[in-house]
């Protein structure tokens, strides 16, 4: 269902004064966590609408219903994450059009996206995507493969990508401190690899979503990804 501009400008305001009131009470800004506007599923006039609510930062899922909108709003100020699970033949389409990658989960993948980033001259920053919870469902790297795959990326020297942190989706549906406890074991992975490997930008952590948004601000999200909560049901 199509929320209106100002029902999408409302949206806005509520969920940023959401993260805002969390992140003081753990002593934190809420300056240092983007949030990135899922507009998956929402036509070209709810961005414009969110736009004009002072957004800048957007997410999307696929890369064909992404290339139907993102050329409407070049020289906007604008950036682009790809946040779904990309499939190594539409690598060709994220650099570019977007400045940011969460889910990278193989190594295939990375050689394919630094190849096509060199070919058009542009930079990607790249998110491991981790699957915390150990769920058969959703794609990621485990916990335990994590170090050996980012031994491997550091080897094989890519140009034009850019290491900058984790992402994870946290459980569905569960009680508080579960949530809380996935994404502090993802805070506790970047630090570790930020520290064994020695990369000072290896800093974020996109988690949380429309239903647990203030659980990841309060473990230290530095990207959350929320559409509903903004947008409204998506209207397929």
């Given amino acids: 269902m199509n929320q209106s501009v100002g029902a999408i400008a409302s949206n806005l305001f509520r ?9 003081h009470t753990c002593a934190g ?6 949030l990135i506007a899922v507009s998956k599923g929402h036509q070209t006039s709810a961005v414009a ?18 290339l139907t909108k993102i050329p409407h709003f070049q020289n906007q100020g604008l950036e682009w994450h790809f946040i779904g699970h990309l499939q190594t033949n539409k690598a060709k389409f994220i650099p570019g059009n977007f400045s940011w990658l969460h889910s990278l989960d ?10 096509r980033a060199q070919e058009v001259s542009a930079n990607i920053n790249i998110l491991i995507e981790v699957n915390v919870t150990r769920d058969p469902k959703k794609h990621g790297i485990a916990s335990d493969a ?26 569905h549906a569960a009680p508080e401190n579960e949530i809380r406890g996935c994404f502090a074991k993802l805070r506790e992975l970047r630090d570790e ?16 979503m429309s239903g647990d948004y203030v659980e990841a601000v309060k473990e230290g999200a530095t990207m959350l990804r929320v559409g509903t909560a903004i947008f409204g049901e998506r209207d397929y």
């Fill in 15 to 23: 969920v940023r004064q959401s993260i805002a009131e969390v992140a």
């Fill in 106 to 115: 193989n190594l295939d993948l990375a050689r394919k996206l630094s190849r």
């Fill in 49 to 66: 609408a969110a736009i004009a609510a002072g957004q800048k930062y957007f997410g999307e899922n696929t890369s064909q219903e992404a």
């Fill in 146 to 171: 994590l170090p050996d795959f980012i031994e491997q990326l550091l080897k094989e020297n890519l140009p034009a990508l850019s290491l900058r942190g984790l992402m994870t989706i946290g459980p």
């Fill in 193 to 208: 690899c930020r520290k064994r490997y020695a990369l000072p930008d290896f800093t974020e952590l996109s988690m949380g």
């Fill in 29 to 34: 800004s809420s300056d240092a966590i983007r």
